[in-house]
Each structure stands twice: as structure tokens, then as C-alpha cells.
């Protein structure tokens, strides 16, 4: 029941979606970033991996797509045109779109709505329509615009979002469009911008990976054939990447992503991927969840964990805070360095008027200027002859030691530091974490058949029972044929699933299917 109910309510979402024919199942491939950051992203490295993509059967299994993602580009030219750094690529892009081509894979490639990409390339901001025929000129197939250095204002993103989709649209060059905003709020029109939308921060390591499927949980009627929810990319386990996950929850979020309905972009090492990452991601029967043609994304139907609200995500870019943030941030700024500036003016007068100064000095002291003032009213700096400089030095530092100017010194640099302390406490607060709990997920397929995903995101073994009533949930109320799809094992008709999912990201993913 609640599954249809699911199916409904995904289909009503979808009216309106962005009509370009593609995406009609999760996009599958494979992206640069995680790979290589900025780091050795050459033409060469990405002809090597075109070939391997190929030679390891990727292709054949659906991983179509090769993505080079951000620091590709140089500069803006004089016409607004992107332009590609030349020693890592001399042949150009368009030469790099035909070797991929000829290997049978599209061509993926990256831009910001911002002034700026996040790793500080140029952006598309405003140049959205001279972009878009740049890359459809190339022969690309697929475009991720990200969202650094851009407004993080709902409307406006929306609207710059708009603006790169229709001038994709009016290139008339099939274009995938790959939001990557970061933020739940753009599920809701998602659909209407692109092909799929980033919802959370980047995924690159086990905690991101918690934070997105929480965060998906509640996003599934958003998303359906045409536009997907994208909780970010595949992370692999091999040492030599960027980032990396264990093996076993390599696995994990494999399954997790199948039953979530989610884009299956590889995010590691393809040139020395390691047999275990290569097993999971070549298992067709996982990759059959992925790619279900009926295109619902899958729920939670049981829970363990805490309740959980994402977050805005402006911190993954903190020039991008919303404005009362960023107002509250520069007002504590702005004071601290006020403060800062008042003090450090009252040290620098105190210290001129006791440059010279002998240390025993009878008389009043002035009380704003903490200088030995004679009875005269002059201070004896006035009167002191130019000292030699280690006598001047001296002489501070003995002002310094019985005036407490020390004292003075550390609360200014407690001031000068205090705005990026709070920002860094701000930051660690919002580091994402892993609860010790877990979920059982249950995804919609066609023909009547289900998967069901069994996670413990704990650090220990835990029971997970999925009984009548979780099957029941999942539109099977009696006996159904289980199969295993990990294990490539058939478990036969079974009436509830009851099995020991091992700790720190372990999972079992099934495809189950009503009793003949
Ligand atoms: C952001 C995106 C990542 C990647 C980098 C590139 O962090 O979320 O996927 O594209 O920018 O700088």
C-alpha cells in the first residue's frame, strides 16, 4: 500500500521534468574528481582511463559516462570562452571528446554557476549560453554545473540553474544536465532543472555517506525517469584515490545506491582499481536494481536511527553562507578587529612614551596611557635623550612585565583570532557522524518484484529482521522468493529476513518477488 502510494506520488512530481530524453535511468560512468582532485587531470591520464573502462567491461555494464569534473579549465578568453589549461590538454577538448567517443562512452565535463569554480577555475556565471554551444560544439554529452562562489538565495539559484538548462536546451545537442547544489531544497524543482541534483555535501568518507542516505530518506517522490536524487559519487577503496571507504562499505553504498535509485558515478582509481572494488561494481544483478526501468527511488520502511534534519550545506562553501549567517559572522569580525585595533593603538602609544624610560620612575601614572608621567605632567619619554636600542628594548619589556602589557598582548591575539575559531568550531560542530543504528530499505521494481537493503551503520554486528509486517510494507504480505544478490544466491520462498549484518557499514541487499 504505501509502496503504490509512492509510485503515486513520484509520478505526480515528475509532471513538468526537463524534456531532453535522458536520464530515464540513473546516469552510470565515471568522474575525475575524486580520482585526481586537481592532481595529474591530463589528457593522457583520461585517454588511459577511456581504454581501461573498456578493457575492464565497464562499458558493457552500463558505465557510459567519463566525467572530467573541476580544474580542467584555465581561463576566461577575451570572448568569455572557456579555456582549457594547455599542457594538460594541447590537443584541446574537442580532440578529447573524439578519442572518448571512438571508445564507445560519452563525454562528461564540469563548470560552476559562480564567478568561480570551487577549486578556483573560471565559472560560467552570466556566460551560460556561450558555455553551453562551447560544449556542445565539442561534442559533449554531459554537463555538472557545481555551485561555488554563486548566491546561495533559493530564487536565484533556481533562476541561474534555469539559465545554463536553457541554454543547453537551445544548443539542440543532447545534453545530460547534473545539478550539484549540495542541498535538499533543490529536490522540489529539481525535476524541471535537470537530469539529477546534488542533496548533500561531498560524499568522501563513511560519515557522508550516513548523512546522504539520511538525507535521501525523505526526497523520493522527487525523483523518478528523467531526474535524479544525487547523493554524490562512488567511493572506492584503493589508497592511491582521493578518498576512500573500506571494502565492505564500498559494498554498501553500492547497494544503498541501488536501492536508492541513485546515479552510480565511480569516484576511484580505474587505472589500479582493486579486485574487490571491481567486483561490486560489476555485478549486473545490483546494477539491475540501479537501472529498474519503473524508476522509483526506494524508502526506509524500518529505522533504528535518531531522527535526523539535514542541514543547509553553505559551509561546504563558506562564501556561499546565507546572509544572516554571514551578517552574524561579520559583526563578530568586525568587532573583534575594532577591538583589536583599539588596543593595539593604546599599546603603541604606551610603548612610545616609555621608550627610554628608566624603570624607577616617582610619581602619578597616567592611567590611559600607562606611561610614568612627572609631576610636571610630562612623561619621561619626553624628556629622555634617543636610547640605544637594546636599552629601549629593555625598557619595554620591564613596562611590559610590571604594566601587564603581556596580558594585553595575549587578549589581542585571542580578538584576532576568535572570528576563525568560531568558525572552525562551527565547522567540526557540523562534521557529519555516523550513528550507531540501522535501516531497512525497501525499492519498488518492476513486475511485482522488490529490493530490500538491510544496513548497520554501527560499529558492531546487529540483528536485522525485516518480519510479516516489514514485508508487508513492501507489498509482499505472505511467504516471497528471496534471492541474495550479493552473494548470487537463491534463498527461496521465506516468510520473514532475519540475518546478522556485520558492523562498520555492513549490508545485505535482496531481490524478492512474490510467491508463484
Ligand atoms: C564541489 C563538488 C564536488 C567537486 C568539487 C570540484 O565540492 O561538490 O563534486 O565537483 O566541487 O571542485
Known sequence: MRVAVAVALAL??????????LGLTPQMGYSTWNDFRCDGLTADAVKRIADRIVELGLATLGYRYLNID????????????????????????????????????LFGIYTCRGTRTCALRPGSKGLERHHAAQFAQWGVDYVKEDSCFASNEHEQAFSEYAAMRDALNSTGHPLFFSLCGWNTWYAPRGAQLANSWRIAPDCDEWANVYVAVRTNEALARFAGPGGWNDPDMLVGSHPDAA??????????????????????LIGSSILRMPGSDLATYSNEEVIRINQDPLGVQGVPVWSSCPPFAPRDNWWMAPWTMPQDVARMWTRLLSTCLVAAAALIALLARA??????????VHGAHDPILLAPVATDGSTLADKAPSPALPRAR????????SRGCLAAMLVLLALLSLPALAMLVAIHAMKPRAEPCQQVWVRPLEGGAAAICLVNFAPDVARIVCDAACLDQAGFP???????VVARRDMG?????????????GSFLFRVSPRD
Open 493 to 505: 520462498p521465506v516468510q520473514s529476513l532475519d540475518m546478522d549484518v556485520p558492523g562498520d557499514g
Open 243 to 264: 578518498v576512500q571507504l573500506t571494502p565492505r562499505q564500498v559494498q554498501t553504498q553500492f547497494n544503498l545506491w541501488a536501492v536508492m535509485a541513485s546515479p552510480l
Open 12 to 21: 505526480a512530481a515528475r509532471a513538468g521534468a526537463l524534456d531532453n530524453g
Open 351 to 360: 610603548l612610545r612614551f616609555t621608550r627610554g624610560a628608566a624603570p624607577a
Open 478 to 484: 505472505l511467504g516471497v522468493h528471496v534471492r541474495d
Open 394 to 401: 629593555a625598557a619595554i619589556w620591564r613596562y611590559c612585565v
Open 70 to 105: 573541476d580544474c580542467w579549465s584555465r581561463e576566461l578568453s577575451p570572448e568569455g570562452l572557456l579555456v582549457e589549461d594547455p599542457l594538460a590538454f594541447p590537443e584541446g577538448i574537442a580532440a578529447l571528446v573524439d578519442y572518448v567517443h571512438e571508445r564507445g562512452l
